[in-house]
C-alpha cells in the first residue's frame, strides 16, 4: 500500500508547494467522501454492523499529518482520520473491507470500522482505549534505535478528551524521557462525545500541557489546511532531526456528531458559527481555486474520479466473501502447540 | 405502559436519586446527554447538580466515588463500556474492594458496567469481564438477566455497604421489555429458577439466561424438561439453589457468555462437584466463548458466544449420557 | 487523636510565628527519632516484619503541611510524611502499634508500616499504588460539597516518581475541573527509589506542570522548613478560600535509603554535598536558637520528652495483643449476609 | 556452586541478553542498581544500553514493549510487584493480548511478576493474580516453583511468539536453591509429578508445591502416598497429566495460595471432572487462600494462605473417604 501511497506521493522536500497542498487536498475530499459513503451505507441499514465514525471538519489536520510521513514512518491514526490514513497509503478498497467486514480485510472481520490497520506498513490498528496507542508508537521507536535505523519518525493522534486518559500522560512523558521522534497531535475538537472542554480539562489550552513534559509544541488553526500542512511538516522534520518529542495542538470543531448514531444537538450553535466552526474542505477548495492551483473543471474531474474509486472499492468489497466461522482459526495465540483450543470446537 | 431493560435501569437511578439525597451519579456524557446509551436520559434536569459528566479518567472516576462513598455519598459510576473499567481496575480492586476490610469503614459504589457482546460492537464493546471482578475480595458482582432485575437488584446494590460491579447486558438493554417494574423482588444472593424441569438443569445468567430457556424450548419439543437457574448474582454465588436443582435433575450443564479459562462455569462446576459430587449422574458440562477476542462481524460473533443452539445441542449429549 | 492534636495545634491564625515554627519543629523532631526507633527495630530484627520506610530530610515540608491544615481538614500522606501524620493528629503510639501490628492498632495487623490511617478523622491509610489516594481526596472533597460543608481542604502528598502515573495526571485535572479545594504536595527528592529524575521526566521543574492543569503552584526550598510553612500555609488558605487545586513543587534530598533495606549508594555524591542535601532538621534548629525560640536547655527537654514518649509508646504496643487468626473475621464485606465465608474455616 | 530462585532468574535475563540481541529489559530500577529484588544484578553493566530504568508508568511500560516487540525486539518487563501490573492491566490484556489474533503479528514480550505472599507485605505486595490473566485470550502464564522452572521456562518464555505473564514467587526468591542450571527442561504446556503417589493427586503451582510436598511427607509417615501435580504453566493447563494422575490415584485435591472465587482450582476440578469424572471416587476437594485481601501481620499472614499443615488436613479428611 505505502508504495502506492509514494506514487502518489513523493517526501516532501521534492515537491512544490502547489504539489503538497494539492495532494494534501485531494486526501481531504476523498476521506470526505468515503465518510459519506459509509454513512449512507449506515443508514441503508444491514451492511455495516456497529458504528461507524467520521472525521468531518478534521481532514485537513488528518490528511496534513498523512502527507508530512514518509514510508518507513510510523502512524497511530484516531477515529476521525481517515484522510491521514489515506494519505499514508492506506486504500480505500481496505477502508472499505473493513467496515464491511470482508475476510479480504486487513481485519479479516475480526476487528472493524476504525479500528484497522496494517503493522508492516506502519499503520498501527488501534484498541478502542483511548491513549494506548501512544506508547505502542513509543515503543516502535525504541526499537529502532535498538536497531540503529535512524531517521524515522512517529505520529500519534489524540482527541482533546483523552487528553485526560493516565495513558495519555504515561506515553508522552515515556517519549519524552527517551527523547523519541515522536508527534502528537492533539484535535481539540471542542467536545468529547457529548462532554465540552469545560468539563475536560481547566488550564487555557491543551498546548500548555507541554511545557510540563518538556516537549515542543506549536498551536494551529485546525481549519487551515495550509497552516496545518506547515505545522505538520516543521513539527515532522523537528522530529526526525532528532529535537525528539512534539506536541501539536489544533483547534477546531467536530462537524458530525461522535458516530453517525450521534445527532450531536449539543453542540453549541455559538460554536458552529465562529472561526472553528468553518469546513477546511470548504477553505481548502477556495484557498486552492484562488491560488490557481485548482479550477473547477479539475476538481470536477478529481470528484469524479473518488467517486468513481470507492462505488469500485464498495462493489468489490461487496463481492468479497464474509469470514466464515467454520474456516476460522479460533487460536489467539501464534503458539499453535500452546493453544488450549475450543472445547466447543 | 411497557419498559425495558434499559430504562428499567434509567428508572432505577430516578428513584435511587429520589429516595436518597446521598447517591449522585458521574461518568462520561451522564449529564445533559443522558449517557452513551441513555441509561440516565434526563435525569441531569431532575436532578440538578447530581449527574456529573466525568473527564475520561476511569481510574480517578472510581477512586472519586470511592472517596465520596467514604464520606458518606452513595456514587453509582458510569463507565461508558465494561471494557474501559479496565483501566479503572486498580481502583476498583485494590481500593473500593480492600476499604472495609482494612478501615473498618464501608465503601458503597456501585460500577456500572455496560457488558456483553452485541453484533459488530468487536474486541472492545462487547467483553464479559464478571469473573476478574469476582474473584477479588471484597466486591459484589451482579449480573440481570430481567428487567424485573435490572430494576429491583439495581436499587439494592445503590442500598448495600459494599463496592457493587453492575453487570448491565448491552445485548438486552433493548431486546427486552416487561408490562411494569415489581414491587417486590428477590433479594441479593438468591439465584432463581427461570425455568422449572426435572431431567436437567441449565445454570447460567445475564444474557445467556434467554439463549438457554430457547434452548429449553427447543428440547420440550422433544420430551426432554429443563430447569435453568439465573445466578442473578455471580459474587456471592447461591450454591444452594444450584445444588438442589442438580439434586433434582442429576444433570448439570454450565453456560457463560465469558472466556473459557475460569470464570463462572468453573467456579460453578467445582462447587456442584465439590459440595453435591454423588448428586451427579453424569459428568457435568460447560459451554462458554471462545478463548479468543470477541470478533466484530457478525458471522464469527454468532458463532463466539453460546447460543440456543450449541445450548440445545451440549443439553442433548448431556441427555443422551 | 485529632483532640489530642488540636490541644497541642489551635488553628494557624491564632498563633504566632514563634508558636507554628516551634509547634512544627517539635514534630520535625519527633517524626526523626521516630523514624529512627522504626530503624533500629528494624535491625534488631524479629519485631517489625516486612520493609520500613523514613523520611529523613522531609521533616520539614511534611510537618509545615501538617500543621497548615485543621480538624475537619483531609490528609492523604505518603511514605515519607511521619512528621504530618503527627502534626495532623495521628498519635506515636498509632504509628508504633502499626508497625508492630498490634491488634489494637488502627490497621489492626491487617494492614503495616507507611500503610497507616483513620478515615474519620480525615486521615487516609494509603494503598501502595501510587498516585491513587489522590482521586479519592477529590472525592471526599466533592462529598462535602454536596454536603454543602464548606471551608475544608485536602492534601495529598507525593513524590517526584509518582508524578509518572496515571493515576497523578488523570486525579490532578479532575480536582481542577471541579476546582475542589485540593493541596497537591510534590517532594521532588530526586530519586524514585534508584531512579534519578533524568530518567524520571524531561521538564526542568515539577512546577512545570501546574499551568497545563489550571492550577496555581509554588516551588520551595524542601530543606528550609520556614519557607515550607510560608507556602504551605498559603497554598492551604487558597485552597480554602476557594481559589481550587494548589499544587506544591518542594526541591530536597532523601536522606536515607527507599527503606531501611536499601543503602542508596546510588545517591550522587555531588547531590549530597549540595545544598539539596541539607538536613532540613538541623537548619530548623540552628534557625530558632538563633531566632531565640529556642535555647539548648528548651531542645534538650523536647528531646527527652518524645524520646520518653516514644519508648512508653513502644513499650505499650508490645504488651498489646497480636492479632489472633482464630478470633480474626475473615470477611471483606460489610454485608455480612453477603459473604460466602471461606471453605477453611 | 548453589544458586536461589531469585538467581536463577537472572542468570536466565543473562543468558537471552547475551543469545539474542533481540531482547531488552525495561522496568523500575532494573538499570545499575539491578532491581528491587536484584533480578538484574549487573545485567546493565555486562549488557550496556539494553537494560533501561522505566519511569513509574505500568501502562506505558507494556505498551512501549508492545510497540518493540511488534518491530522485532524480545522486551522483558520488570514489574516492581506483580500487584502493580494491575495499573498496566489494559495494555498487557487489550494490547499486546489481542495483537496477534487481531493482526496476525506475533507479539512476543515477557512481563515478569514478582508474586505471591511473603510475611509483613501486605494487601498490596502479597497478590497472586495469575487467574485474571489466564482467563483473558491470548496470554500465556506460567508460575514456575523450582529454581530450574524458572531458569528455563523464563528462557522459554522469552524465544515464545506470545505474550507471556511470567509469575516468579517471591517467597522461592531466596529460600530455593539448587546445584546448577538445567540442561534440559520439560517444555512449557507440560505439567510434571513433582512426587509419585498411589493414594491421592495434590494439583498445585509455585509455592504451594513446597507446602504440598511438606505435607505429603507428614502423610506418608502415616502410610500414605500422594502424587503431587506441579502445573508448572496455569494457562496453558496440561489436563492430560492431571487426569493420568487422577486415574491413578482416583482422588483429587487442589490447591492454591490465590483466592477461592475462580481461578487455577475453580479451572482443574471444573475439566477433570468434565474430562475424568468417573476417575473419581471421591468429591474432588479444593483449598485456597481466604477471601480477603493479604493481611500484613505474620500470625494472620500464616493463617490465610494454605499450608502444609492444612493441606495435610483436607488431604486427610478425603483420604478417609
Ligand atoms: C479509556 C476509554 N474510555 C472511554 C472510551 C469511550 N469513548 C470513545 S471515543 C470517546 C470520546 C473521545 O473524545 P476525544 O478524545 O475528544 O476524541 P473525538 O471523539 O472528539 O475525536 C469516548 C469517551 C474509550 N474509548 N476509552
Ligand atoms: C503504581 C506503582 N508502581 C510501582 C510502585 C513501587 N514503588 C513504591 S515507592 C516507589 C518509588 C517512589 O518514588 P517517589 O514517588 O519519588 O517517592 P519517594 O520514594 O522518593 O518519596 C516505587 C517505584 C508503586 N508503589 N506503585
Ligand atoms: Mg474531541
Ligand atoms: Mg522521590
Known amino acids: 500500500m505505502l508504495q502506492t501511497a509514494l506514487d502518489t506521493k513523493p517526501s516532501q522536500d521534492t515537491k512544490s508547494a502547489c504539489d503538497i497542498h494539492l495532494s494534501a487536498f485531494r486526501y481531504m475530499l476523498l476521506a470526505r467522501v468515503l465518510d459519506e459513503k459509509f454513512a449512507a451505507l449506515y443508514r441503508a441499514g444491514g451492511k455495516i454492523h456497529g458504528g461507524v465514525f467520521l472525521g468531518r471538519g478534521q481532514e485537513g489536520l488528518s490528511a496534513a499529518i498523512g502527507v508530512s510521513l514518509q514510508k518507513g514512518d510510523v502512524f497511530a491514526p484516531l477515529i476521525r482520520d481517515a484522510a491521514g490514513r489515506l494519505a499514508f497509503g492506506e486504500t480505500v478498497l481496505d477502508s472499505v473491507r473493513t467496515y464491511l467486514g470482508s475476510a479480504h480485510g486487513p481485519m479479516r472481520g475480526r476487528d472493524g470500522n476504525v479500528h484497522r490497520g496494517n503493522v508492516h506498513e506502519g499503520l498501527l490498528p488501534m484498541i478502542s482505549h483511548l491513549g494506548a496507542m501512544i506508547s505502542v508508537v513509543n515503543g516502535i521507536l525504541l526499537a529502532r534505535r535498538f536497531q540503529k535505523k535512524f531517521g524515522t519518525v512517529g505520529a500519534a493522534c489524540i482527541g482533546d478528551g483523552a487528553t485526560s486518559t493516565g495513558a495519555f500522560h504515561e506515553s508522552l512523558n515515556q517519549a519524552a524521557v527517551e527523547k523519541l521522534p515522536l508527534v502528537l497531535v492533539i484535535a481539540d475538537n471542542q467536545y468529547a462525545y457529548s462532554t465540552p472542554t469545560s468539563r475536560q480539562f481547566a488550564c487555557d489550552n491543551l498546548a500548555d500541557k507541554a511545557t510540563g513534559y518538556g516537549v515542543d509544541v506549536q498551536t494551529v488553526d485546525g481549519t487551515d489546511f495550509s497552516a496545518c500542512l506547515k505545522v505538520a511538516g516543521e513539527a515532522v522534520s523537528r522530529a526526525r532531526r532528532g529535537d525528539g518529542p512534539q506536541m501539536i495542538v489544533a483547534k477546531l470543531l467536530r462537524l458530525c456528531g461522535h458516530g453517525e448514531h450521534d445527532v450531536a444537538d449539543y453542540v453549541d450553535p455559538e460554536l458552529k458559527k465562529s472561526p472553528l466552526g468553518r469546513d477546511c474542505l470548504k477553505l481548502a477548495q477556495d484557498f486552492l481555486i484562488q491560488k490557481k492551483w485548482l479550477d473547477e473543471t479539475q476538481l470536477a474531474a478529481m470528484k469524479g474520479e473518488i467517486i468513481h474509486e470507492i462505488e469500485a472499492a464498495v462493489a468489490q468489497a461487496q463481492r468479497e466473501p464474509a469470514p466464515d466461522p467454520f474456516s476460522e482459526v479460533w487460536r489467539a495465540l501464534a503458539s499453535e502447540h500452546l493453544s488450549e483450543g475450543n472445547a466447543e470446537d | ?321
Chains 1, 3 share one sequence.
Open chain 2, 1 to 321: 405502559m411497557s419498559l425495558t431493560y434499559l430504562e428499567a435501569i434509567r428508572e432505577a437511578q430516578a428513584r435511587a436519586l429520589r429516595d436518597d439525597p446521598r447517591v449522585f451519579i458521574y461518568g462520561q456524557d451522564v449529564g445533559a446527554f443522558g449517557g452513551a446509551f441513555k441509561a440516565t436520559k434526563n435525569l441531569a434536569v431532575e436532578f440538578p447538580g447530581r449527574v456529573l459528566d466525568s473527564p475520561i479518567s476511569e481510574d480517578a472516576m472510581v477512586g472519586m466515588a470511592v472517596g465520596a462513598a467514604i464520606e458518606g455519598m452513595r456514587p453509582i459510576v458510569e463507565m461508558q463500556f465494561a471494557d474501559f473499567s479496565l483501566v479503572g481496575f486498580n481502583q476498583i480492586v485494590n481500593q473500593a474492594a480492600t476499604m472495609y476490610w482494612r478501615t473498618n469503614v464501608p465503601c458503597p459504589i456501585t460500577v456500572r458496567l455496560p457488558f456483553g457482546g452485541t453484533s459488530g460492537s468487536g474486541p472492545f464493546h462487547s467483553q464479559c469481564i464478571e469473573a476478574i471482578y469476582a474473584h477479588y475480595p471484597g466486591l459484589i458482582v451482579l449480573t440481570p438477566a430481567t428487567v424485573e432485575d435490572a430494576y429491583s437488584m439495581l436499587l439494592e446494590a445503590v442500598a448495600l455497604d459494599d463496592p457493587v460491579v453492575f453487570c448491565e447486558h448491552k445485548f438486552l438493554y433493548r431486546h427486552l421489555k416487561a408490562e411494569k417494574l415489581p414491587d417486590e423482588a428477590l433479594p441479593i444472593g438468591k439465584a432463581r429458577i427461570a425455568r422449572e424441569g426435572r431431567d436437567l438443569t441449565i445454570v447460567t445468567y445475564s444474557a445467556m439466561v434467554h439463549e438457554a430457556i430457547e434452548a429449553a424450548n427447543e428440547l420440550s419439543s422433544e420430551g426432554w424438561e429443563i430447569e435453568i437457574v439465573d445466578l442473578r448474582s455471580v459474587k456471592p454465588l447461591d450454591t444452594d439453589t444450584i445444588v438442589a436443582s442438580v439434586a433434582r435433575t442429576g444433570k448439570l450443564l454450565c453456560v457463560g457468555e465469558a472466556w473459557p479459562w475460569g470464570g463462572v462455569t468453573a467456579e460453578i462446576i467445582s462447587r456442584v462437584t465439590v459440595e453435591g459430587f454423588e448428586l451427579l449422574d453424569a459428568p457435568p458440562q460447560r459451554l462458554n466463548a471462545k478463548d479468543t477476542p470477541v470478533p466484530y462481524h457478525h458471522n464469527l460473533w454468532a458463532a463466539h458466544r453460546p447460543t440456543a443452539r450449541s445450548i440445545a445441542s451440549a443439553a442433548r449429549n448431556l441427555l443422551s449420557q
